[in-house]
């Protein structure tokens, strides 16, 4: 390459996003629990307006997304005109970062946090600053701490992504009216469905004009192979997003696919109890085999070890067995592993292999 030829301030600093695992060598029957998939997929009448879809795959899909927005509107009851819809929420959240932060400004996230957030923070030339956490919850007084007058974005996942944990209503609140003027409240939404009766921060972003929420089709529909996500936020900052995203950004099938997955509230409630039931019951297992893990509101345990070691000797004990789990050294939680709540099965089969580890079956 060229001397002249370099890429933008912060790109090389970036680490390459690793994706959960799915392949194990030489063992068949993989069960992959490292990506926080839905183990039931899509509804039927999601995938069956997905192939719909198929038939019109000469022309190009909506630009303005209007009939997912006016299905996410009609679900969450939420001002379409002010709904955005990305590739995944990831590129809600990348397109806020490169809108909002650029050489000299800081976007701060919490220690545990989802790992894109640096990777968002240093391709837009941002610095990324890192606060702690309190026992891997989200601590709002460190964060407020952190904030001066070059932050322009906090992200906060809530559910959180690895830790599981939540904190409530009042205390994100509290974070964006403590925040800097010049600071936007990206509230990462990925797991909100998870939370029955959780409005995922839709009342805060509708009361102020700092707050944006990003939610995902990736999760709790079953559609993480699709990538759509989608952004609420005041309509300053949806006129921003629009402007500089692709004009056909979503595939139509995606676009059906999202719209049919988000009016199938009653697949939703399903993947809903289902995923409650089993995670509690593994949290429980696995308690009782000596692994504890905090209370997990999203569709994945923490499953917390006495040390590195042992979370890496069970790792390698779960992929014998073939069950892929996913590693959080990289997250600062060297002595945990976080597992994805499969279905029963799946649950039953972790359950057993964590006892033959603990030397209890
Ligand atoms: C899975 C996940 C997402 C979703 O990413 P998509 O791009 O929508 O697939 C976003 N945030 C967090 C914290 C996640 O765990």
């Not at 039931?277 to 569709?299: F, M």
């Amino acid at each position: 390459m060229r001397k002249g030829i370099q890429p933008q301030p912060g790109i090389m600093d970036i680490a390459l996003y690793q994706g959960g695992a799915s392949h194990l060598d030489g063992v068949r029957n993989v069960l992959k629990l490292s990506s926080n998939e839905n183990p039931l997929g899509p509804s039927d009448a999601t995938k069956e307006a997905a192939i719909r879809a198929c038939h019109d795959l000469h022309r190009y899909p909506s630009t303005d997304h209007g009939p997912l927005r006016q299905a996410i509107a009609d679900v969450w009851d939420v001002d379409p005109a002010r709904v955005f819809c990305g590739v995944g929420s990831g590129e809600v959240l990348k397109l806020l970062s490169e809108a909002y932060a650029g050489p000299g400004d800081e976007v701060v996230f919490t220690e545990h946090g989802f790992s894109m957030y640096p990777i968002y923070a240093h391709a837009c030339g941002a610095t990324p600053v890192v606060v702690p956490e309190n026992e891997r919850v989200v601590d709002v007084d460190a964060i407020l701490r952190a904030c001066g007058p070059k932050t322009r974005l906090v992200f906060v996942a809530n559910p959180a992504n690895p830790t599981g944990t939540m904190i409530g209503q009042a205390e994100v609140a509290r974070l964006a009216d403590g925040l800097p003027p010049q600071a936007l409240l990206v509230l990462d939404g990925a797991y909100a469905e998870f939370v029955d009766g959780f409005d995922a921060g839709k009342a805060l972003v509708e009361a102020r004009d700092n707050v944006v929420m990003s939610r995902t089709f990736s999760k709790i529909y079953g559609l993480g192979g699709m990538r759509v996500g989608w952004g609420y936020g005041p309509q300053a900052v949806i006129d921003v997003l629009n402007r500089i995203r692709g004009p056909f950004n979503l595939s139509a099938p995606a676009l059906a696919a999202a719209e049919a997955a988000v009016r199938d509230t009653a697949h939703t409630q399903k993947c809903r109890i289902e995923n409650a039931k089993w995670r509690d019951w593994l949290a429980n297992a696995l308690a009782e085999l000596g692994v504890p893990s905090d209370t997990s509101t999203a569709n994945f345990i923490l499953a917390r070890f006495a040390d590195e070691a042992e979370a890496n000797a069970c790792d390698e004990h779960l992929r014998s067995a073939g069950i892929i789990v996913r590693k959080v050294a990289g997250y600062g939680l060297p002595h945990c592993l976080r597992m994805t709540v499969g279905d029963e099965s799946a649950c039953r089969r972790v359950a057993h292999a964590v006892a033959q580890f603990k030397g209890a079956a």
